[in-house]
């Protein structure tokens, strides 16, 4: 049986249409800023479906998959790893919203998955788990309420993926959730719901305004990605429409982002959180967390980061997070190298489809990439990224 790779995207029901104006590609930055008519269109956010963009496995077989995790260089880049620092946020609900709970049509590739097989004797450990558990709430509490989900339009479909903060105004997310590699052609309508949990939108729904993605990705560079899934630029930024001069990361507060391999061991090997809402898990109505060792792949393999995770579809976009949690007051020992607390340093990109691996890629972040992107947006955009 042929073994395929697959998009972590999930759509959603139809609306909207073909998107062309307010696109603008200029040198390496490609932005659609979106019109007050998407702008203003709602969604209907209870039924979901799978949607699969593949990659045949004799494109990227295992021998590859095993030669580059087995030797994985050390960096894709020789610059010094340095991050930005995030910030809490006040915690207000008072922009809260009730969303419909989602039914989603059965689909053999979304199934529930657990217990990972290795990939050519590569198996990545990990553990995936509800943030919510019981009757508790943690997905209120930062650094959870900084992620949440993130709906989105393409032509007469509507689709699902994850985001986070990593300004007050700024999401980061992936770019396949923003444009279909080398189609020219951004989707649109992005809402952005910061710590959903079932019908609870605690922080409210945020507009997008702007969606930023590289000029490579948007044209398809020839060497960008392997058949469009995975890539080197797989990461997108959106510019939040603000509410009474406030922007979401005001009350959920925001990630920092890291670049370069920050907190990776000689840039290669790190422990990552992923948070994300995969439609497999609790109907994609609350936040998972998953925690893993990350390994680096090398040039033939983009240079993507590989973790072990049983999520799946929508769960895309979700941040890839080091040095998680809330920190300890300490005494007799100190923090460790590299720990700046929170940090994200790549988001989900991709997956298999075969339900046995449960191995997950992302791209790496670096100055070529979420830099240039983070520091475009803030450029047009200061009050989105002002602390």
């Known amino acids: 049986m042929k073994r395929t790779f697959i998009y972590s995207v999930v759509a959603l029901m139809a609306l909207g249409g073909t998107v062309s104006a307010g696109v603008s590609v200029k040198g390496a930055i ?13 969604f209907d956010f209870s ?17 590859m998959v095993n030669k580059a995790l087995i030797g994985a260089e050390d960096s894709a880049s020789k610059e010094k790893a340095f991050a930005e620092k ?35 004797g590569i198996s990545l450990p990990y553990t995936t788990s ?8 943690f997905s209120r509490k930062y650094p959870y309420r900084a992620a949440g989900q993130l709906f989105f ?38 809402q952005f719901v910061p710590a959903r949990k079932g019908k609870s939108a605690p922080y409210g729904i945020w507009k997008g305004k702007d969606a930023i ?52 061991v000689k840039k290669r090997l790190a422990q990552i959180t992923q948070l994300g809402y995969p439609v497999s898990h609790d109907r994609g109505q609350l936040m998972q967390r998953n925690d893993s060792i990350g ?28 040095n998680f949690g809330q920190r300890a ?29 449960k191995i997950q890629g992302a791209a790496p972040f670096t100055r070529g990439n979420i830099k240039k992107l983070v520091d475009y947006a803030c450029k047009k955009y200061p009050d989105a990224c002002r602390k």
Not at 47 to 63: G, I, S
């Open 329 to 357: 007051r300490l005494s007799g020992t100190t923090f460790g190298h590299a720990a700046a607390s929170n940090i994200v340093v790549g988001v989900t990109s991709w997956g298999y489809t075969d339900s046995k691996y």
């Open 86 to 120: 995030g910030a809490v946020g006040s915690g207000s609900t008072k922009l809260g919203k009730t969303l419909p709970l989602t039914q989603i049509e059965s689909d053999p590739q979304i199934s529930p998955q657990e217990f990972g097989n290795p990939v050519n």
């Open 47 to 63: 039924r979901v479906k799978a949607m699969e963009k593949r990659l045949p496995m004799e494109l990227l077989d295992y021998p």
């Open 213 to 264: 993605i590289l000029t490579k990705y948007y044209k398809g560079a020839p060497d960008e990605c392997i058949s469009g899934v995975v890539c080197k630029d797989d990461v997108a930024v959106i510019v939040l429409e603000p509410k009474n001069g406030k922007y979401p990361g005001d009350t959920v507060g925001w990630f920092g982002y890291g670049i370069n391999g920050y907190s990776h």
């Open 295 to 322: 390994l680096k792949g090398n040039a033939k393999y983009k240079f993507n980061t590989l973790i072990g995770s049983r999520m799946t579809g929508g769960s895309s976009g979700g941040p890839w997070v080091v």
């Open 130 to 137: 509800r943030v919510d558990m019981y009757r508790s709430a």
């Open 30 to 42: 490609a932005s659609y800023e979106v019109g007050q008519e998407r702008s203003s269109q709602s």
């Open 153 to 190: 339009k393409e032509g007469d479909d509507s689709y699902v993926c994850s985001a986070s903060l990593i300004k007050r105004g700024l999401l980061v997310t992936a770019a396949h959730c923003v444009a279909d590699y080398g189609e020219q052609e951004f989707y649109s309508g992005w």
